[in-house]
């Protein structure tokens, strides 16, 4: 059974940085892609990156390129996210998931699963 768990999440200040951290387990069939995705209050869930595991790209949305990077730990099956020059914007809870996708701009998630997501707070 697929297990995703993230962490890293906390409350920091403008302009501060976060490493977040995704551990997958249980999917013994592998997965093609794997990604971040987040959910501020009263908002639906955006995609935030995406990692293709066979060409090795990795697929940003506007609002977090040049700030946010993704990279992978395959013998750990751990997917980090260093985020840089937070904005308020950037508070939510971030997930990750398998099986993302690139949809003219915007980062989806076919599978369907989801982990308890951590926390990202950013003051102003």
């Known amino acids: 059974q697929l297990q995703l768990v993230e962490s890293g999440g906390g409350l920091v200040q403008v302009g501060e940085s976060l490493r977040l951290s995704c551990v997958v387990s249980?999917?013994?069939?592998?997965?093609?892609?794997i990604g971040w995705f987040r959910q501020a209050p009263g908002k639906e869930r955006e995609g935030v990156s995406c990692?293709?595991?066979?060409?090795?790209?990795?697929y940003y949305v506007d609002s977090v390129k040049g700030r946010f990077t993704m990279s992978r730990d395959s013998p750990k099956n751990t997917l980090y996210l260093q985020m840089n020059s937070l904005k308020p914007d950037d508070t939510a809870i971030y997930y990750c998931?398998?099986?993302?996708?690139?949809?003219?701009?915007?980062?989806?998630?076919?599978?369907?699963?989801w982990g308890q997501g951590t926390q990202v707070t950013v003051s102003s």
């Open positions: 998931a398998i099986e993302c996708y690139d949809d003219y701009g915007d980062i989806r998630a076919s599978f369907g699963a």
């Open positions: 249980g999917f013994s069939p592998g997965y093609t892609s």
């Open positions: 990692f293709s595991v066979n060409d090795g790209m990795a």
